[in-house]
């Protein structure tokens, strides 16, 4: 089999009723050649045996098992896991668009930058809706995140109005260069001890790139549920940084 072109990194804790949806937009895709990392956090539902089952019948899934953390601390475990030479992050209770890593490892490949930003659509309880980053579509130099992208991430009293999620700050909508990470040691920090794991991994990798890509199109499908720790809106999450 040819060496996977993006490893795809899904922390799972108890989420059995999305989890066979999600690997299935995963295994589908319309790119073969890539390495999907199921990170199981210490589940205590059905979530080991539906893994073990998908990995048994494809080749392409890696299962890592480890004792119940943090998100970010599975996130970081699929990131040493990882061994292809572009990573991005799926959350197990959401799924993917068909057809996504075909199109997105084409844009980042042709114009070989650190990260590539895409859009996203929201689904709470069967509301859609469709999350546009406020940066315009195209590339962006040195100078150019420096300039327009890091004010806009700290966009002051503006997060208050969600200039934080217009501007993409989710793991889960970014392709990264593999090596990027690696070489600018780049990690996440527990949601427990930062607020959002997200934000500021998404914020150092700002800060180091030297070039990212925006593409304005909705791949990704986000699953709001009450009660999740790392999908609840925090108003006032800016005044922590």
Request: include cysteine.
């Amino acid at each position: 089999m040819p060496e996977a072109q993006v490893s795809i990194v899904i922390p799972i804790w108890n989420t059995e009723k999305y989890l066979e949806r999600c690997l299935q937009s995963l295994v589908n895709q319309t790119l073969q050649i890539i390495e999907i990392i199921c990170v199981n956090n210490g589940s205590t539902d059905r979530c080991g045996e539906i893994i073990e089952n998908f990995a048994k019948s494809d080749k392409r899934i890696k299962v890592v098992n480890i004792e119940h953390g943090s998100i970010s601390n599975a996130r970081n475990t699929g990131i040493a896991a990882a061994s292809a030479p572009y990573i991005t992050f799926v959350d197990s209770d959401d799924w993917v668009e068909k057809g996504t890593y075909d199109i997105l490892l084409k844009k980042i490949k042709n114009e070989d930058v650190d990260i590539l930003k895409f859009s996203y659509v929201i689904d709470c309880d069967g509301e859609i809706t469709e999350v546009h980053n406020i940066l315009s579509e195209g590339l962006y130099d040195k100078e150019q995140i420096e300039k327009r992208v890091l004010p806009l991430a700290f966009g002051g009293d503006k997060l208050a109005d969600s200039t934080i999620s217009k501007i993409n700050l989710s793991a889960t909508s970014n392709i990264y260069n593999l090596d990027f990470l690696k070489i600018n040691e780049l990690e996440f920090f527990s949601e427990r001890e930062v607020g959002s794991e997200d934000f500021l991994f998404n914020i150092e990798a700002l800060i180091c790139a030297k070039k990212i890509q925006v593409v304005d199109k909705c791949f990704y499908h986000y699953v709001q549920r009450v009660g999740n720790l790392t999908k609840q809106y925090r108003k006032n999450l800016y005044l922590q940084y």
